[in-house]
């Protein structure tokens, strides 16, 4: 079964650095199977971050393909990769569009760590656009099934964790000037 993320925008109030109470809405993404999960985790996974009330505003599917966390990194990314095939019967080049959220730094090493996944990819493929992305946090869905312990710890700890230099490739072609527009 494939991965479902939702964003949930949660309201509620917080103090800021002058020690003023605002009040913000933030996004956050779970993995769940339906809208009403959705709700249900986002409400227990924000009841052991927020002491005072908070409401739930908008829960939405979002539109990623694939969540990657990574070491020393405290935002998260939004990349669009886009796959290139080529259609023998119209001799013409086809574009398919796919969202990454990848956790980094900056939108440099975003690109960086973008590339790290996709270098298993056999296909062609161009990295068009990278942007910040709003979300604070991301609660991927765990049974508690023996072994998927295992695989939360290795989550978290990469999200919690700071990034090692990550190897570029020479063989994809870049233009600075993408990341300049999405910035």
């Known amino acids: 079964m494939s991965t479902i993320w939702y964003e949930c ?11 003023g109470q605002k009040i913000t809405t933030e996004p956050y993404l779970v993995d769940a199977l339906s809208y009403t999960e959705a709700e249900s985790r986002i409400n227990e996974e924000m009841s052991a971050y927020i002491s005072e009330e ?3 505003t908008n829960i939405k599917v979002a539109n990623y393909a694939e969540i990657h966390p ?10 669009k990769v886009s796959l290139l095939a080529y259609d023998e019967e119209s001799g013409k080049e086809r574009k398919s569009n796919m969202y990454l959220l990848v956790q980094a730094n900056d939108v440099k090493e975003a690109y960086d760590n973008t590339l790290h996944v996709m270098k298993t990819t056999m296909g ?3 990295i068009p656009a990278i942007s910040e992305s ?7 869905y765990f049974s508690g099934e023996e072994g998927e312990t295992e695989q939360l710890e290795k989550f978290n700890a990469l999200k919690a964790s ?11 072609e870049f233009d600075p000037a993408y990341l300049e527009e999405s910035v």
Do not use: Q
Not at 9 to 19: I, S
């Open 124 to 126: 062609e493929y161009n």
């Open 54 to 56: 908070f409401k739930i």
């Open 70 to 79: 990574f070491e020393n990194a405290d935002r998260w990314f939004k990349s």
């Open 9 to 19: 925008k949660v309201k509620y109030r917080k103090t800021d650095e002058t020690g």
């Open 134 to 140: 709003p979300i604070l946090d991301v609660f991927p």
């Open 162 to 172: 700071k990034p090692a230099a990550v190897e570029v490739l020479d063989t994809m």
